[in-house]
């Protein structure tokens, strides 16, 4: 039964809000790119290559470009190229940050397992997305041999862990579902054409579900579920981080104005998320009104120790950590850097009641 709580989170936006929007839109497109702030001084212009952890990408995903269309990357002397990856826990992903190619999204069970990295930015310590299922699913029970979302790398992936924990709560596992891959662009797609019964979806396209296709609904939200799970934070390679502090101190300052110019200035930054996520304006309006209600997005460094401790036990309750290599906080987080790159971008702040 889903509650009246998550319903009510992932309800449709008013039309006069998405007219607004629309509006605001046109004006500011009609004016030309959005003005880039002032850029210091810089002896040089680092070139640094940022991964996303998902193509396209959801509005959750966009800081980096955000910081980088509105110059706030190159403020700090980062020149950044930006790659999109098929999950956070796909092999290319994983690959690109442990030989140094670049700073993409890592989590606890990758450094546990013996990855040479560690957590530097918490981009959004809580989780966005719904459990979206179709029409006949009314219980977790009832996804005992459905099909459901690996995306995102598959075994092991974001979809896959999120189907498990969910299937968790009926006394199932994963050998009690089908779960298929696909590339995290078919999440949506593969709900709506009957190919999936049950998907990990971000607020824009638990939208769009239930514009399209309204049987589709919410069987629980995954911060409800997990309240204390730590959904997405980027990290870097030790090698990267003894040889280059500095610069991956001055991406990390970047990326936390960028997250705090989100929550302030939502006319500059909701066209760049229309126009890298390739959904609908009214979309996203949508989950941007919902990731900052729900404080998803850091204001600070989104590191908390209760947070990364909980997500560590939760990876060896499943057998993903072995107990017996159970790394500490400051083994996952660079928590110095952190406070340094905080430190830099004028201290702890709170914004509209969020404080991460």
Not at 17 to 46: N, Y
Not at 134 to 140: L, P
Not at 279 to 307: E, H, I, M, Q
Request: aromatic share 8%.
């Amino acid at each position: 039964m889903i509650h009246e709580a998550i319903r009510s989170r992932f309800m449709f936006a008013g039309r006069a809000a998405f007219m607004m929007f629309v509006a605001l839109s046109w004006i500011i497109s009609g004016a030309g790119p959005v003005a880039a702030q002032t850029k210091a001084p810089c002896k040089e212009m680092r070139k640094v290559k940022l991964g996303i952890s998902v193509s396209p990408p959801n509005v959750v995903h966009t800081p980096i470009y955000v910081a980088r269309s509105l110059g706030i990357f190159a403020k700090h002397c980062i020149d950044a190229e930006i790659v999109e990856f098929e999950g956070g826990a796909s092999a290319a992903n994983l690959a690109s940050v442990v030989q140094g190619q670049a700073l993409a999204t890592i989590n606890t069970v990758a450094i546990a397992q013996g990855l040479k990295a560690k957590q530097f930015w918490g981009m959004a310590p809580r989780l966005p997305q719904a459990y979206m299922v179709s029409e006949e699913i009314k219980t977790a029970a009832d996804l005992k041999g459905k099909r459901l979302s690996a995306t995102g790398g598959g075994v092991g992936g974001f979809n896959w862990v999120m189907g498990r924990e969910v299937l968790k709560t009926a006394g199932l596992t994963v050998e009690d579902a089908q779960f298929v891959s696909s590339a995290t662009a078919g999440r949506l797609p593969g709900l709506l054409a009957g190919q999936l019964n049950g998907v990990a979806l971000h607020p824009e396209d638990v939208y769009l579900a239930q514009q399209k296709k309204p049987g589709l609904h919410v069987l629980v939200g995954l911060a409800e579920l997990m309240p204390k799970y730590f959904f997405n934070a980027y990290g870097a390679a030790e090698s990267i981080l003894a040889k280059d502090r500095a610069m991956v101190r001055n991406v990390a300052t970047a990326l936390i104005e960028a997250n705090r110019t989100i929550y302030n200035q939502k006319e500059k930054v909701l066209p760049i998320m229309v126009e890298r996520t390739k959904k609908p304006p009214d979309a996203v309006n949508f989950s941007y009104d919902y990731l900052v209600k729900n404080c998803v997005w850091s204001v600070n460094t989104g590191f908390s120790n209760d947070r990364t401790e909980w997500s560590i036990d939760n990876g060896i309750e499943n057998g993903d950590i072995q107990a017996d290599k159970k790394p500490t906080y400051d083994q996952v987080v660079d928590v110095k850097l952190g406070e340094e790159a905080l430190k830099a971008a004028g201290g702890p702040t709170k914004i509209k009641g969020c404080a991460d």
